[in-house]
């Protein structure tokens, strides 16, 4: 799919987060990109999927009031867990909500209307891929890294729809078997750095220690030092195998961490275009998100934009 070939011109958007929930209506402008024509946002109910879907369709019903003229037939969902053919999502687990029948719901109380689901980072995958940082090419793969890591992944300009999201991919560290989210995202990072003795140190303080350390071109704190370099060179041998495995046109970085993007790409670049030196593979090219901010409104707009008729 290519923004020249994208029908409707106008898709129903559903952007239901561990926090938030909001509800758009999303058209493409005469440069063919999305662009959000009226919004409405509230907090996302928990524990009940009767009363989250009744949030959800009473802030439908107030987005179609409030645009009596503009017409939908397709909505796009992006949802913060588990989904199961695109049409149930088997677990939300931050709203301790399972089997949320969404799409089978909203077909039934609009008719004439046709749904879509996706996970949040499979959504955000398809909008970098069409409208985004990874519209000039054909493959490409999304990876966000903030609280957890997610990812989706683009092939010939087709999302392909998986249930797992990378973060959750197993691996070894010391000894045991951990995901891999549990010491490679942002709070992983935290979570390494108390392994290696440095209580209470986030993220944010370690990235400011390394950007001091290259800026003044003085030696990091050994502690410091071991816990930066497990995390970059971990992160980096988990990208070397997503290109050893898809031999990808792109990698899209996003998420809270990339805005420590200046210290650590270039290492996290050579160390994951090290590991995978020695197969004939295209060459690792990493991009910055688009939309990394509003990713959830437009990557569940671009879903809908892709349903067929």
Same mark, same amino acid.
């Given at each position: 799919?290519?923004?020249?070939?994208?029908?409707?011109?106008? =898709?129903?958007? #559903?952007?239901?987060?561990?926090?938030?929930?909001?509800?758009?209506?999303?058209? #493409?402008?005469?440069?063919?990109?999305?662009?959000?024509?009226?919004?409405?946002?509230?907090?996302?109910?928990?524990?009940?999927?009767?009363?989250?879907?009744? @949030?959800? =369709?009473?802030?439908?019903?107030?987005?179609?009031?409030?645009?009596?003229?503009?017409?939908?037939?397709?909505?796009?969902?992006?949802?913060?867990?588990?989904? %199961?053919?695109?049409?149930?999502?088997?677990?939300?687990?931050?709203?301790? #909500?399972?089997?949320?029948?969404?799409?089978?719901?909203?077909?039934?109380?609009?008719?004439?209307?046709?749904?879509?689901?996706?996970?949040?980072?499979?959504?955000?995958?398809?909008?970098?891929?069409?409208?985004?940082?990874?519209?000039?090419?054909?493959?490409?793969?999304?990876? =966000?890294?903030?609280?957890?890591?997610? *990812?989706?992944?683009?092939?010939?300009?087709?999302? #392909?729809?998986?249930?797992?999201?990378?973060?959750?991919?197993?691996?070894?560290? %010391?000894?045991?078997?951990?995901?891999?989210?549990?010491?490679?995202?942002?709070?992983?990072?935290?979570?390494?750095?108390?392994?290696?003795?440095?209580?209470?140190?986030?993220?944010?303080?370690?990235?400011?220690?390394?950007? %001091?350390?290259?800026?003044?071109?003085?030696?990091? @704190?050994?502690?410091?030092?071991?816990?930066?370099?497990?995390?970059?060179?971990?992160?980096?041998?988990?990208?070397?195998?997503?290109?050893? %495995?898809?031999?990808?046109?792109?990698?899209?970085?996003? *998420?809270?961490?990339?805005?420590?993007?200046?210290?650590?790409?270039?290492?996290?670049?050579?160390?994951?275009?090290?590991?995978?030196?020695?197969?004939?593979?295209?060459?690792?090219?990493?991009?910055?998100?688009? /939309?990394?901010?509003?990713?959830?409104?437009?990557?569940?707009?671009?879903?809908? /934009?892709?349903?067929?008729?």
């Amino acid at each position: 799919m290519s923004n020249e070939m994208i029908k409707p011109s106008v =898709t129903l958007a #559903i952007d239901l987060g561990a926090t938030n929930l909001r509800v758009g209506l999303v058209k #493409i402008d005469e440069k063919g990109m999305p662009f959000v024509v009226d919004v409405i946002r509230d907090s996302s109910a928990k524990d009940n999927p009767t009363v989250l879907y009744h @949030e959800i =369709t009473t802030m439908i019903d107030q987005i179609i009031h409030r645009n009596p003229t503009i017409k939908f037939t397709h909505i796009g969902v992006s949802l913060c867990g588990l989904v %199961e053919n695109g049409r149930t999502a088997t677990k939300l687990p931050n709203l301790h #909500i399972e089997h949320f029948e969404l799409a089978d719901w909203l077909e039934r109380d609009y008719p004439g209307v046709k749904v879509l689901c996706a996970n949040d980072a499979n959504c955000a995958a398809l909008s970098e891929a069409i409208f985004g940082s990874a519209s000039d090419v054909n493959d490409s793969y999304y990876i =966000t890294v903030s609280s957890g890591i997610g *990812g989706g992944y683009v092939y010939q300009k087709q999302l #392909i729809n998986t249930t797992l999201e990378i973060g959750h991919c197993v691996r070894e560290f %010391e000894g045991k078997l951990v995901e891999q989210e549990q010491y490679l995202s942002g709070n992983g990072l935290a979570r390494l750095a108390a392994y290696n003795g440095l209580e209470n140190m986030k993220a944010a303080d370690i990235f400011n220690a390394v950007r %001091e350390s290259k800026r003044n071109n003085t030696p990091l @704190e050994p502690k410091v030092k071991k816990t930066y370099e497990d995390w970059y060179k971990g992160l980096g041998l988990l990208i070397a195998n997503l290109q050893l %495995e898809f031999n990808l046109d792109k990698i899209v970085l996003a *998420g809270g961490v990339m805005k420590s993007s200046d210290v650590f790409i270039d290492d996290l670049f050579h160390v994951a275009s090290a590991f995978a030196a020695n197969y004939p593979l295209k060459p690792i090219r990493f991009v910055l998100a688009k /939309f990394d901010q509003d990713s959830g409104l437009v990557g569940a707009a671009t879903v809908g /934009f892709s349903i067929k008729d």
